[in-house]
């Protein structure tokens, strides 16, 4: 079966500071990967999905990148920290055709002071 | 542009009676339909997807879909206090062989005891 890893769990950063944000994903091959955030008490936003290594797609404009180095593995990342970044970061899989249903993992909770 | 609507709620529900939660979306060029339950400070997990007309029964779960009056539902029956969450809709749209999928806001449901 297939399972998806996210981490930290939460995360409390001051302003200015970078960010980094893994997700594993296991027991599927060439998946679909996808990063989201959630701000509080609002639906979700996509900010990245990538359909293979190094294939990123960006979504909205922002102080945020991705990089997929590995098949499974994806990567959220900034190099300065805004107040407006905190939220609920998710990443999901799906497989490789773009209407199969997204599987969502634990998610990391992220706060900007 | 392409739009995923739902009732923010609070929808109060008695134990036991059946819950019923809708989803309207923008654009008759959609193919496939998700209906996600979050439960406060967890991540999305998958209910039930649909992709043709009619309904799709899954336990106490029935997911309602209308291509015409462009709208989708899911019908709990049986409600439990552990249903008591937010439910999101999400849509896929296919337009000239671009695929997007649109979240709606969610709804949060309460069962009360």
């Known amino acids: 079966s297939q399972t998806i890893h996210q981490w930290p769990a939460t995360l409390v950063q001051p302003v200015g500071s970078p960010l980094s944000l893994e997700c594993t994903v296991e027991?599927?091959?060439?998946?679909?990967l996808y990063w989201y955030r959630q701000a509080a008490g609002r639906g979700l936003q996509l900010l990245f999905y990538?359909?293979?290594?190094?294939?990123i797609s960006s979504e909205v404009p922002q102080n945020l990148s991705a990089s997929r180095p590995q098949d499974r593995q994806f990567i959220l990342s900034s190099k300065k920290l805004l107040l407006s970044d905190s939220g609920f970061y998710l990443c999901?899989?799906?497989?490789?055709?773009?209407?199969?249903?997204?599987?969502f993992g634990p998610g990391t909770r992220l706060t900007v002071l | 542009q392409k739009e995923v609507e739902q009732n923010s709620g609070p929808l109060s529900v008695p134990e036991g009676a059946i819950a019923s939660l809708n989803c309207t979306y923008s654009?008759?060029?959609?193919?496939?339909f998700f209906w996600y339950r979050q439960y406060s400070g967890k991540s999305p997990e998958l209910i039930m997807s649909?992709?043709s007309n009619g309904d799709k029964e899954d336990g106490r779960f029935t997911a309602q879909l209308n291509k015409a009056s462009q709208y989708v539902s899911l019908l709990i029956r049986d409600s439990q206090p552990s249903d008591s969450a937010t439910y999101l809709c999400?849509?896929?749209?296919?337009?000239?062989?671009?695929?997007?999928?649109?979240w709606g806001a969610g709804t949060k449901l309460i069962i009360k005891p």
């Open positions: 999901a899989w799906s497989y490789g055709r773009v209407t199969d249903t997204q599987y």
């Open positions: 649909i992709y």
């Open positions: 990538s359909v293979g290594i190094g294939q």
């Open positions: 999400a849509v896929i749209y296919a337009d000239s062989g671009n695929y997007q999928l649109i």
């Open positions: 654009d008759r060029v959609s193919q496939s």
């Open positions: 027991g599927t091959s060439n998946p679909n």
